[in-house]
């Protein structure tokens, strides 16, 4: 089954009929407050959004994750939320906290951990070419690190997207990154083209060694990375890997106290559009706070030098 822009309203429309508390959600967020901030040549979009305070602000640390039932499974969602039969394995969910005025969670059929990134997402991309799929590692943004999921928005949503496609080249298979892009950027990351031929199958089977590590250890630490795929408009298979070091930049903590700002980077966040449940952290965050919250999380350009998974593939 593929998915298109009606297909997608047509299932937006039923689910509100049918789970009334759907629809003031979605409708509360159209009225969320925005602005942007220009941290060097990238515009990063702030959004005022409490409703996603559950989470910004969600505790996963093991004990927590064992005392919650899991969200995401089927016998603990509500009866009204319905599924798009569009990959096997996986439930096609309307997301009920959004971010976005199309919100997908794509959480699999079996309760099993966040530990590698989901090589279908490429399966969801080629179904639904208007979307564009996120991840968030088990340390990197996901409130449920105990149950394997992405999620979706549009693909004009995310202002990575727009940057990656500006400044490498698709239509063959390659990697690039974006330290090589001629622009000043307040992160790095990995972009990646893939057509059907060797390379591009080369460079799919290693996506999901890339990844970062624990800043206390050093230790390689697969639930470090954040990562968005999509089919860009001349069909080629796109990919953007953020390699990360950190769950929350050292402001979060001090957030609790009324200080610092209760920010938690997923993979939205570090694409441009950062979400701050709380209206002061909105009214405050400026240039230099976001420039130091993707250095703390993400990799510094030194960092990202020495991060080099693709080094002899690819020409690299």
Known sequence: MTLNLEQINDFYDAQ???????????????????RNVGVGDM??????????????????DTSSLARRPCFLCKANRPREQRSLGILDSWHWLINPYP???????????????????????????????????????????????????FQA???????????????????????MDSTDFPVDLPLCFRSITVVPDAEGMQLLSLLPTMYGFDAVTGAPDPGMVNVIVWIDDSRTLRAIVIPRKR??????TSAADGEGCMVS????DMAGVLIL???????????????????ECGLTKEEFKVWKPLDGIMGR
């Open 247 to 252: 769950h929350r930049p050292a402001c979060y």
């Open 16 to 34: 509100f009929r049918e789970w009334t508390e759907l629809k003031p959600r979605y409708d509360a967020l159209m009225q969320a407050e925005r």
């Open 265 to 268: 980077p997923g993979a939205v």
């Open 153 to 175: 928005t549009l693909k004009e949503e995310l202002p990575l997207i727009a940057i990656a496609e500006k400044y490498h080249q698709g239509g063959r298979s390659s990697a």
């Open 277 to 295: 449940p709380r209206k002061s952290d909105f009214g405050t965050l400026d240039a230099e706070r976001i420039a130091s919250i993707y250095a």
């Open 99 to 149: 971010i976005f005025p199309v919100h997908f969670t794509i959480a699999s059929k079996a309760h099993e951990p966040q530990e590698e990134i989901p090589l279908d997402m490429v399966a969801a991309a080629e179904a639904a070419p208007e979307l564009a799929f996120f991840y968030n590692g088990a340390r990197a943004g996901a409130s449920a690190p105990d149950h394997l999921h």
């Open 43 to 60: 515009t990063v979009a702030l959004q005022f959004n409490p409703a996603r305070i559950k989470s910004t602000g969600a505790a996963v």
